[in-house]
C-alpha cells in the first residue's frame, strides 16, 4: 500500500461558516479528500454538530468528519490563521485584493514554499517551523447568504471564481471542491516543480527563535483582539458621534489595517499604543 502523501505541502483549512445542511458538510468534506485536504472547521452550524445527515454524503472522507472542530465566531476559528482567502461571487464596497482561485493557490504555494527555504536557511525549533508561522485557510459563507461584510472584512484576498454570469452561484460542496483542485494541481507536483517566486528575499541566516516570531504575521484571531481593544479605546473616547454610522466606520478601519498585513511585532507596537491613549485622561 502506496501511503505517500498526496500532496508535497500543507493544505489550507477549509472553514465553513454558519453551514446549514449535513449534507453539504458531508459532501465539502468528501471534496476536500479528494484533493488531499484534512482539516475542516465549522462556526456555528445550524443543525449543530454531529450531524447524522453528513456521514452518508462524506463517504470515504469520515476521518475529516470525525475531526471536525467546531467554533462560535470567525475571530476564534482563525485562533492561527495568517493567510485567510474569502470566496464569494458578490461585489463588496471593501476595497480587498480580488484572486481567481488558481491564483489564489498559486499564492500559497508561493509563500510557503519561501517559508520552508527560509527555515532551512535558519536555526529554528519546531515552535517556529513553517507551519506554524504561516497558516492559510479558505472560508465559505452559509449557503443562503454566503459571507457577509464583517466576516469577509477579516479576509486578505477575496477569491472568485470566473463563471457564467447567467449561472454563477454554486453549491457550497461544489465551490469547496474549486478551490481544492485548485490548491492540489500544483502542490501535487513534484517537490523540484514547485517554485516560489522569483522577487523572494531571503531572511538573515542568524535569525534568532524570538525574532522570527516576531517577524511573522499576525491571526486573525490576535488581529480581532486589537481591533475590539482599538473600537473600545475609541467608544470611550467619545469617537463616534453618530451610533448609526458606527458600524459602518468600525469595518473601514478593520479593513484598512488588515489591508498593512500586521507582523506580530507590529501588532505589540499598536498594543503599547492603544495603552499609551487609554491611560491619558
Request: charged fraction near 25%; hydrophobic fraction near 45%; include cysteine.
Amino acid at each position: 500500500m502506496n501511503n505517500k502523501p498526496f500532496l508535497n505541502l500543507m493544505p489550507p483549512v477549509i472553514i465553513l461558516s454558519n453551514p446549514q445542511l449535513g449534507e453539504n458538510i458531508g459532501a465539502a468534506a468528501r471534496a476536500m479528500k479528494n484533493c488531499g485536504f484534512a482539516e475542516l472547521r465549522l462556526i456555528n452550524p445550524r443543525d449543530g454538530w454531529p450531524n447524522p445527515d453528513a456521514e452518508p454524503m462524506a463517504t470515504h472522507a469520515l476521518d475529516i468528519l470525525q475531526a471536525i472542530t467546531v467554533y462560535p465566531d470567525l475571530a476564534s476559528a482563525c485562533f492561527d490563521i495568517t493567510d485567510l482567502f474569502a470566496t464569494t461571487a458578490r461585489p463588496r464596497e471593501l476595497q480587498k485584493t480580488v484572486l481567481n482561485p488558481r491564483m489564489a493557490a498559486q499564492h500559497i504555494v508561493d509563500k510557503c514554499t519561501r517559508q520552508i527555504s527560509e527555515d532551512k536557511d535558519a536555526t529554528v525549533t519546531q515552535e517556529t517551523s513553517a507551519q506554524d508561522s504561516f497558516k492559510a485557510a479558505y472560508l465559505f459563507g452559509s449557503e443562503r447568504v454566503g459571507l457577509v461584510n464583517d466576516e469577509i472584512v477579516f479576509a486578505d484576498f477575496i477569491v472568485e471564481a470566473h463563471l457564467n454570469p447567467e449561472s454563477n452561484s454554486l453549491n457550497l460542496a461544489q465551490a469547496v471542491m474549486i478551490m481544492c483542485w485548485e490548491f492540489a494541481m500544483i502542490a501535487a507536483l513534484p517537490p523540484a516543480s514547485i517554485n516560489a517566486s522569483e522577487d523572494t528575499e531571503m531572511l538573515p541566516e542568524t535569525l534568532k527563535d524570538k525574532q522570527k516570531i516576531l517577524k511573522s504575521a499576525a491571526t486573525v484571531q490576535e488581529q480581532a483582539y486589537f481591533f475590539d481593544r482599538f473600537d473600545t479605546l475609541l467608544e470611550n473616547k467619545g469617537f463616534f458621534t453618530a451610533q448609526e454610522k458606527a458600524p459602518t466606520v468600525k469595518r473601514n478601519m478593520r479593513n484598512f489595517f488588515i489591508k498593512a498585513r500586521f507582523t506580530k511585532q507590529e501588532l505589540l507596537t499598536w498594543h503599547g499604543i492603544l495603552t499609551l491613549f487609554d491611560k491619558q485622561k
